[in-house]
T-cell receptor
Framework: GENVEQHPSTLSVQEGDSAVIKCTYS??????FPWYKQELGKRPQLIID???NVGEKKDQRIAVTLNKTAKHFSLHITETQPEDSAVYFC??????????WGAGTKLIIKP | GAGVSQTPSNKVTEKGKYVELRCDPI?????LYWYRQSLGQGPEFLIY????????DSGLPNDRFFAVRPEGSVSTLKIQRTERGDSAVYLC????????????FGPGTRLTVT
């Protein structure tokens, strides 16, 4: 079955700098890749997603890139702010419903 | 409108007891998902409903776990003979249908088995 690996497990960046989180997946049939943000004690919330027919997608300070050949996708956050501090999860799906999740990246924004 | 709601928010039970966790999806959402999240890990898929039927229950860890959605709206996750290893946050999500649509999560039920 599908396996999703996420790195790093913890990422600390200076406020204003960029943050990059990377994920790899194993099943080449996966075609939907969402990213969720989860603040401490709260529910996961979708921040951006990408489908396999697109290589890059941007939404303000957030972008996601997908390399189908290498089977990896990345989340890019520019001009980081304190409110970006959270745990970020990538996920992959080929069935359009069963999401296989990465283990998460704890992003710490240093003032 | 109202988002996904889950009750109770916290449940403490003794080992061996039976528990029920309830999920109220967003009105009109046909797809409903149950996940389990342990500390420091990503959500683990348990079961997916499309309407009233369980379209995929391959994530249920064993036969002590069962879920229903009799009218295609509210869902109940049932755990029999609870074990300490069942302690986790149980998350419910709903979406408007298949096709990679955004899954909206509830706040979760924190289950602690003592």
């Amino acid at each position: 079955g599908e396996n999703v690996e996420q790195h790093p497990s913890t990422l600390s960046v200076q406020e204003g700098d960029s943050a990059v989180i990377k994920c790899t997946y194993s099943d080449s049939a996966s075609n939907y890749f969402p990213w969720y943000k989860q603040e401490l004690g709260k529910r996961p919330q979708l921040i951006i997603d990408i489908r396999s027919n697109v290589g890059e997608k941007k939404d303000q300070r957030i972008a996601v890139t997908l390399n189908k050949t290498a089977k990896h996708f990345s989340l890019h956050i520019t001009e980081t702010q304190p409110e970006d501090s959270a745990v970020y999860f990538c996920a992959a799906s080929k069935s359009n419903y069963q999401l296989i999740w990465g283990a998460g990246t704890k992003l710490i924004i240093k003032p | 409108g109202a988002g996904v709601s889950q009750t109770p928010s916290n449940k403490v039970t003794e080992k061996g007891k039976y528990v029920e966790l309830r999920c109220d999806p967003i009105s009109g959402h046909t797809a409903l998902y149950w996940y389990r999240q342990s500390l420091g890990q990503g959500p683990e898929f348990l079961i997916y409903f499309q309407g009233t039927g369980a379209a995929d229950d391959s994530g249920l860890p064993n036969d002590r776990f069962f879920a229903v959605r009799p009218e295609g709206s509210v869902s109940t996750l049932k755990i029999q003979r609870t074990e300490r290893g069942d302690s986790a946050v149980y998350l419910c999500a709903s979406s408007s249908g298949t096709g990679g649509n955004e899954q909206y999560f509830g706040p979760g039920t924190r289950l602690t088995v003592t």
